[in-house]
């Protein structure tokens, strides 16, 4: 055991980089440790989330934090949700309302809300 534990500490905002980011791909530093993280802004234009992903969180918490589930893991559950990074206690929410690990992608304010209209309907 060396001294660099701290270094290890999850952070709070990315929660470790759920997603690796290869050098071509479009990333963001996470505000609070600096680390990088992919930046899906793009992506999430495109993709078509599972209702049984989007189901993990209610949607009226999806829209009152603008927060998008993207992919649940097969093997440990652990949940990735894209956000702008604005509120870092929603991540700490969303840990305890889905009751699983919540990893973090960035993705514009926008995107996210266009998202969560094409995946909840506009009301
Ligand atoms: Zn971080």
């Given at each position: 055991?060396?001294?660099?534990?701290?270094?290890?500490?999850?952070?709070?905002?990315?929660?470790?980089?759920?997603?690796?980011?290869?050098?071509?791909?479009?990333?963001?530093?996470?505000?609070?440790?600096?680390?990088?993280?992919?930046?899906?802004?793009?992506l999430i234009g495109r993709i078509t989330v599972p209702p049984?992903v989007i189901?993990?969180?209610?949607?009226?918490?999806?829209?009152?934090?603008?927060?998008l589930p993207c992919e649940?893991?097969?093997?440990?559950?652990?949940?990735?949700?894209?956000?702008?990074?604005?509120?870092?206690?929603?991540?700490?929410?969303?840990?305890?309302?889905?009751?699983?690990?919540?990893?973090?992608?960035?993705?514009?304010?926008?995107?996210?809300?266009?998202a969560?209209?094409r995946h909840?309907?506009?009301?």
């Amino acid at each position: 055991m060396v001294a660099s534990s701290d270094r290890h500490r999850p952070c709070p905002m990315c929660a470790g980089g759920a997603w690796d980011v290869a050098p071509e791909e479009p990333s963001t530093r996470c505000p609070e440790c600096g680390q990088l993280v992919p930046d899906v802004t793009t992506l999430i234009g495109r993709i078509t989330v599972p209702p049984d992903v989007i189901e993990l969180l209610p949607a009226s918490v999806l829209r009152a934090d603008n927060v998008l589930p993207c992919e649940a893991d097969q093997a440990s559950g652990a949940l990735t949700v894209a956000t702008d990074f604005s509120d870092r206690a929603t991540i700490e929410k969303l840990r305890f309302i889905s009751n699983r690990a919540v990893h973090v992608v960035f993705a514009e304010r926008r995107a996210i809300a266009s998202a969560l209209d094409r995946h909840l309907g506009t009301e």
